[in-house]
């Protein structure tokens, strides 16, 4: 069950209330127009595989509204100033889930602007734009079928933050903050990916040892060594924006990567055949696997889903 607007979570990550949240990397779109034709082009944590199922189940599948963050009609536009005037410090972060997203995306972009620094180069902020029904980007249009994905053309993220509902309900992971953080750090990690050319290096295509399929392995690598560093990242300020990460974050974040491998999704929802000709994102055992390399070693360096024939 996703706790209501506002609910705090006692068993889960929190955020230090004194930390100042940085709005201008969020732009809301959420109730700007309807839903649109799918695109192509974006890389996302399950994107087109998601697209494929729905439409194997029939097609124009609603995802369902309620989930957790602040929900709108679609004659209704939230917009970025609301988000600004409510998402100030942790301690919004700590009540509100919107601005937990933020929370999340500002310390996520911290990391890699540190790691970046590290190996003398610069990180480009990327900005996370959050949308309801459908987006147009510059990969093209995409509804929320799609899932949240990531476009190289446009250099931004895209989440229709029902999306962390449509996990639960529809796939069965356990939920929670740190899912949402999951799914976020994985999206800034293809952003990584982009900035060091790692996206224009590859081939793309499908199969179990595809580069699409280490491309995807790699973010959640990725995703995984922000995570181990998720209490010390700096704000602006100085101040850690998360205070702890519970083993119980740990094992959400884990748990949800298991429902979105290429494996559990055509078995479970696309009618119990695995071809693994189809594999674009790795199974759920690898999905597993790179997050926790990522989380135990810290290192984005140990990341080389491009170097090793053994993905797992």
């Not at 959420?30 to 034709?37: E, H, S």
């Not at 974040?253 to 000709?277: C, F, K, N, P, S």
């Amino acid at each position: 069950m996703i706790p209501p607007q506002g609910a705090r979570l006692e068993d889960s990550v929190q955020f230090n209330e004194d930390a100042e949240l940085d709005t201008s990397q969020v732009s809301d779109q959420r109730g700007v127009g309807g839903r649109v034709a799918l695109g192509g082009g974006g890389l996302g944590i399950v994107g087109l595989i998601i697209y494929f199922v729905l439409s194997q189940l029939g097609g124009g599948v609603e995802l369902p509204t309620g989930s957790g963050f602040s929900d709108v009609g679609r004659d209704q536009q939230v917009g970025s100033d609301a988000i600004k005037a409510k998402c100030k410090t942790g301690a919004d972060a700590n009540r509100e889930a919107d601005c937990r997203a933020v929370a999340f995306i500002n310390s996520i972009q911290g990391y890699w602007t540190d790691q970046f620094a590290r190996s003398g180069k610069t990180y480009q902020q990327a900005q996370t734009n959050f949308f309801s029904g459908g987006v147009q980007t510059r990969c093209g249009n995409a509804t929320s079928a799609v899932g949240p994905f990531y476009c190289p053309a446009d250099g931004q993220v895209y989440i229709d933050l029902n999306f962390f509902k449509e996990l639960q309900e529809k796939f069965g992971a356990t939920g929670g903050p740190f899912v949402e953080a999951y799914v976020l750090a994985h999206e800034y990690g293809h952003h990584v990916q982009n900035l060091l050319g790692t996206s224009d290096r590859v081939s793309g295509g499908s199969g179990p040892k595809s580069d699409s399929v280490r491309l995807e392995l790699q973010a959640d690598c990725y995703a995984g060594a922000w995570a181990n560093h998720a209490t010390t990242v700096p704000t602006a300020s100085g101040k850690p924006l998360i205070t702890g990460v519970t083993q119980e974050d740990v094992a959400a974040a884990l748990d949800a990567a298991a429902r979105i491998g290429d494996d559990y999704i055509q078995r479970e929802l696309g009618g119990g055949r695995v071809d693994t000709t189809q594999f674009t994102h790795g199974t759920s055992a690898q999905r597993q696997k790179w997050y926790n390399q990522g989380y135990e070693s810290g290192d984005p360096a140990r990341c080389g889903t491009f170097d090793t024939n053994d993905l797992g």
